[in-house]
């Protein structure tokens, strides 16, 4: 299919984690919450724009407190895939799973949808982006380098590649190592602006659940 094209495809810019957190903190703070909350479920989740937009309530399952170990932790549940139907992926991050249920609880009934629709969540990260300076760096990002990202931190601290494709949920081993770029990934964390690090230490300090708080301005100085 890429035979006519004068240059090949290039994977998404896979995010470094101080990119996310940099950027739903900017997303929380001028009033994006559910957008923010939304980067970092779809980091943790390697999920597709199409997939995190249309969770609502009733795909988040806590299962904490259940008696067998094994399947406990917060999770989503994914109806419809591009890979398949009837999927799920677990959190990794406790505090972006306990983000998750919060927002969860607040919206009510379980059919609500919790995260805005693809074309807001896009605007949103591109506001976050341009803020933060990344552009004028060299460095061009996309939603889908979210799931990028999170597959490439994964081989990076030592995952097996068949527990990634397992999260990742790629039925052939090519594909999931399409979005393994770890070297990619390392290379994009050093050219980072200062204000990305700074902010993403400030939240490191203050940890991702003040992101809901009502004074993470004042936190964050």
């Not at 406790?94 to 379980?110: E, N």
């Not at 919790?114 to 300076?133: M, Q, S």
């Not at 931190?153 to 039925?171: K, M, N, P, T, Y």
Request: aromatic share 6%; net charge positive; hydrophobic share 45%.
């Amino acid at each position: 299919r890429g035979w006519s094209r004068l240059q090949p495809a290039q994977p998404a810019a896979p995010f470094p984690r101080d990119l996310v957190w940099a950027c739903a903190t900017l997303a929380c703070l001028s009033g994006d919450v559910a957008a923010g909350i939304a980067m970092l479920v779809a980091y943790d989740c390697w999920l597709r724009i199409s997939e995190v937009s249309g969770l609502t309530v009733a795909d988040v399952y806590d299962t904490r407190d259940q008696v067998d170990p094994v399947g406990r932790g917060v999770s989503v549940f994914l109806a419809e895939t591009k890979t398949g139907r009837r999927q799920a992926v677990t959190l990794e991050e406790p505090a972006v799973a306990a983000l998750l249920l919060t927002l969860a609880r607040a919206q009510g009934q379980r059919s609500a949808g919790l995260f805005p629709a693809p074309d807001k969540l896009r605007r949103v990260l591109a506001r976050c982006l341009g803020a933060l300076n990344v552009e004028a760096h060299g460095l061009m990002f996309v939603w889908h380098g979210f799931r990028h990202g999170g597959a490439s931190r994964a081989f990076l601290r030592g995952d097996e590649i068949s527990s990634i494709l397992v999260r990742g949920r790629w039925a052939a081993e090519s594909s999931g190592r399409h979005y393994i770029q770890s070297g990619r990934q390392l290379l994009i964390a050093q050219q980072l602006p200062g204000e990305v690090t700074d902010l993403a230490r400030r939240i490191e300090r203050v940890g991702l659940e003040s992101l809901l708080a009502r004074d993470l301005r004042a936190r964050l100085r």
